[in-house]
């Protein structure tokens, strides 16, 4: 079975300063990896994936995030955060299989401070 | 891009009632959505998954019965909470999947806040 683990359950950060969300995922399988942005009240809003390929995938609104299968891991990581990032974060696995269910982790509240 | 429009956005309901909520694929093919509900502060959990024409496949715990789901087209994917109880105040997300054009994403609706009194 997969999991996902989001290891911070809320992160605190300056605005203008860098931050790192940190996701593990457990998985027999191959997987495909996502980053997911939910404000207040809202659907999701992909802010990128991981299908294949490079490793290091970019996102809209300058987010990037590292696939690294020896440690399982799925890091999302911005290096100047924005009073507008203030959200809640994401990450989530689907596998290659028939039904490609996504499963999430539990989330992550990133709080951008002034 | 891939757009899902979610409806209603809002709905409040008496207890015992019961309440639809709708799913639409506005400018791509759904073969497959998904359901999820949550909680305040939580994470989405998974319902249940729907293939266009067939039954849906409830995760385990969920009760069939009381969420309904039909899936009746490509673009149209629908929830009935039957016999709702204050308990089943959430909030519910859809999810289609293009499985047609090769690109593998899941598309989004913006929720839909129920609430029971």
């Known amino acids: 079975a997969q999991s996902v683990t989001q290891l911070d359950s809320q992160v605190p950060v300056f605005e203008e300063a860098p931050v790192e969300l940190r996701c593990n995922y457990s998985s027999s399988v191959s997987v495909y990896l996502f980053w997911y942005v939910q404000y207040p009240n809202q659907g999701l809003q992909l802010l990128l994936k991981y299908l294949s390929g490079s490793t290091l995938v970019k996102g809209i609104n300058g987010f990037e995030a590292e696939f690294n299968k020896s440690q399982t891991s799925f890091h999302l990581r911005k290096p100047s955060v924005h009073i507008s990032d203030t959200a809640e974060y994401f990450c989530a696995v689907s596998n290659s299989g028939n039904t490609g269910k996504l499963i999430f982790g539990q989330g992550t509240t990133l709080q951008v401070k002034p | 891009g891939a757009v899902v429009s979610q409806h209603p956005s809002r709905v409040i309901c008496k207890s015992g009632t019961s309440v639809k909520i709708e799913c639409r694929s506005l400018d791509f093919q759904a073969t497959t959505m998904f359901w999820y509900r949550q909680f305040p502060k939580k994470s989405l959990m998974l319902m249940a998954t729907?293939?266009?024409?067939?039954?849906?496949?409830?995760e385990q715990g969920v009760e069939k019965d009381k969420f309904l789901i039909n899936h009746a087209s490509l673009t149209l994917s629908t929830l009935t909470v039957t016999s709702a109880h204050p308990e089943d105040s959430s909030f519910y997300i859809c999810?289609?999947?293009?499985?047609?054009?090769?690109?593998?994403?899941?598309?989004f609706g913006s929720g839909t806040r129920l609430t029971v009194v």
């Open positions: 999810s289609a999947r293009d499985g047609f054009s090769g690109l593998y994403g899941y598309t």
């Open positions: 729907s293939n266009e024409g067939s039954k849906a496949t409830y």
